[in-house]
């Protein structure tokens, strides 16, 4: 998702780098300016970066730490629910094809297949943030 927020970003910026070479005539300060503006960018970008990764640890946190049961769980069912159409699809029906003509086969929308690449990419965050803050807290 930060990739299709910043791609825009950086290809006008790139574009933008270029008046550089315009406005300064002297070659390797308009290179030292570049670095220094590129850098810079970085900078905000990784800072930005980090701001969005710790607002949705704070939103998955808090749905793991809520009061109720479907609050905490909705997430894994829906994995489960997705998980289980794929198994179908790639498992039992082929399996069921060669002895029933008429096997179900479970439709997986795109949607859907976002909705696991992002579900699985939560859950390798919210696990890296888990072991992180515990390593922190308890280092060896």
Same mark, same amino acid.
Not at 41 to 64: M, N, V
Not at 87 to 108: C, D, K, R, T
């Given at each position: 998702m930060w990739n299709l927020l910043i791609k825009p970003i950086a290809d006008l910026f790139g574009k933008g780098l270029d008046v550089v070479d315009k406005i300064v005539p002297d070659k390797d300060l308009a290179a +030292?300016? +570049?670095?220094? !503006?590129? %850098? +810079?960018?970085?900078?905000?970008?990784?800072? @930005?970066?980090?701001?969005?990764? @710790?607002?949705?640890? +704070? !939103?998955?946190?808090? /749905?793991?730490?809520? /009061? =109720?049961?479907?609050?905490? %769980?909705?997430?894994? !069912?829906?994995?489960l629910v997705?998980? =289980? !159409?794929? &198994? %179908? %699809? #790639?498992? $039992? #029906?082929? #399996?069921? =094809?060669?002895?029933? $003509?008429? &096997?179900?086969?479970? @439709?997986?929308? /795109?949607?859907? #297949?976002s909705l696991m690449k992002i579900g699985v990419g939560g859950y390798i965050v919210g696990r890296s943030v888990e072991k992180g803050i515990d390593t922190w807290k308890n280092p060896k």
């Open positions: +030292k300016l +570049k670095v220094e !503006i590129q %850098n +810079k960018f970085a900078e905000i970008a990784h800072t @930005e970066l980090i701001a969005l990764l @710790e607002g949705q640890t +704070k !939103i998955i946190l808090g /749905e793991i730490q809520g /009061e =109720s049961w479907l609050q905490r %769980n909705w997430r894994p !069912i829906l994995m997705i998980v =289980s !159409i794929v &198994a %179908n %699809n #790639y498992l $039992i #029906y082929p #399996y069921m =094809s060669l002895f029933w $003509i008429q &096997a179900p086969v479970l @439709e997986l929308p /795109e949607h859907l #297949y």
